[in-house]
């Protein structure tokens, strides 16, 4: 196949990938406007994706367009299980990410495609980020019509946290084996490390979530007086914050005005859109926080622990070593979900970055030893 029908079939990819998922998110969005937006997404992705295959058929006639590709497909199993707003963020890194991706492609020079892959890349960083849950429907729309003429993660963080607990707690087990201790030792060693783990990650992030809590309390606080004491400066910053997201001048003075007419439906419109916080929630709790931080570095231990416990003693080392090593690459294979990567590199970086630290752990242990037996 020669360059230019790789670049097509790489481009016909993207496009088709883009459209199931715009349209598996439109399915599954509550909003009946957030879900015509979606399915307008959808449908500029899809004549894209025409407009790559025709080029393609050009060069090759057989040419066919290709399957969703996995990772678009694990993202729409979890917009569908877990919501539209879990995927959001990793959308809007793509999207981001390949703003530029026709500039320089001489095929779609006059074709709109550019602005369009553009203007895609500014919505979604909207729609993703903290202030879009205050907006209506309304809003949406006005935005997508502007969109269309001109044109985070839980998760993540959730495998990054059982990272956290598999490469600790298999690291500290390398170690104390490194010192030649007993194989009750050894377990006794990685189950208290690994409790000691989770127990640390958990009040980290309980104080982490407090603090922010108390931060933004203040912060509320802060512009509930100013509302008080300048409401008309408030209302020029409100219109300001509409008229940059495109809504035009004479609707964003309304609405401003609108929203002014009561203060405390203004204070939480003033909050949410200037400062991209909730009121109700604050950043969340910080013992729902610190209980997942728990359960996911708990999770991430038990990868290198439980061999211990169920394998005899002369072959619990090698099991554990073993689970490890896959655990590791199933991780690092995970976060390519959302970082866009190839499983298989991110995998195996993962798993030899995992046996480096936890040589590092053995020889030290294995020193600490021979010191200590004199």
Avoid at 20 to 34: F, K
Avoid at 102 to 124: C, F, I
Avoid at 346 to 356: D, E, F, K, M, P
Avoid at 359 to 374: C, D, N, P, R
Wanted: overall charge negative.
């Amino acid at each position: 196949m020669n360059p230019a029908a790789r670049r097509f079939r790489r481009n016909l990819r993207q496009e088709i990938d883009g459209a199931a998922l715009y349209r598996a998110l439109a399915e599954v969005e509550s909003c009946p406007e957030l879900a015509e937006v979606y399915l307008r997404l959808a449908a500029v992705e899809q004549a894209h994706a025409e407009f790559w295959l025709a080029h393609l058929r050009e060069e090759d006639g057989q040419a066919r367009a290709p399957a969703i590709g996995w990772r678009t497909r694990i993202l729409i199993a979890l917009a569908r299980r877990l919501g539209p707003r879990i995927v959001l963020p990793t959308l809007a890194r793509d999207e981001t990410r390949n703003r530029g991706i026709y500039d320089q492609q001489p095929e779609a020079r006059g074709s709109g495609m550019d602005d369009q892959e553009r203007s895609h890349a500014r919505l979604l960083a909207m729609l993703a980020s903290p202030s879009a849950q205050s907006w209506n429907g309304g809003r949406y729309a006005q935005l997508e019509g502007r969109h269309r003429v001109g044109g985070g993660n839980v998760l993540r963080a959730a495998v990054l946290g059982a990272n956290d607990g598999l490469v600790s707690t298999f690291c500290l087990i390398a170690g104390v084996a490194g010192a030649d201790a007993a194989p009750q030792t050894l377990l006794t060693t990685a189950v208290a490390g690994a409790l000691a783990g989770a127990c640390s990650m958990a009040m980290g992030e309980w104080v982490s979530m407090q603090s922010a809590r108390e931060l933004l309390e203040r912060e509320v606080a802060t512009e509930a007086d100013e509302l008080a004491a300048r409401p008309e400066e408030e209302m020029e910053e409100l219109t300001l914050i509409y008229r940059a997201k495109g809504i035009p001048e004479d609707q964003a003075h309304s609405i401003a005005r609108q929203v002014m007419a009561n203060q405390e439906s203004a204070l939480d419109t003033l909050v949410k859109e200037e400062l991209g916080i909730n009121p109700d929630e604050l950043g969340g709790s910080p013992y729902a926080a610190a209980a997942s931080s728990f359960a996911v570095f708990l999770l991430g231990a038990l990868v290198p622990v439980l061999p211990l416990l169920l394998v005899g003693a002369g072959e619990a080392l090698i099991a554990s070593l073993a689970a490890s090593l896959l655990g590791l690459f199933a991780l690092g294979a995970a976060i390519t979900v959302f970082t866009g990567r190839n499983a298989l590199v991110s995998g195996l970086r993962q798993a030899i970055i995992g046996i480096a630290a936890a040589a590092v752990t053995f020889g030290i242990g294995h020193l600490f030893g021979i010191a200590i037996a004199g």
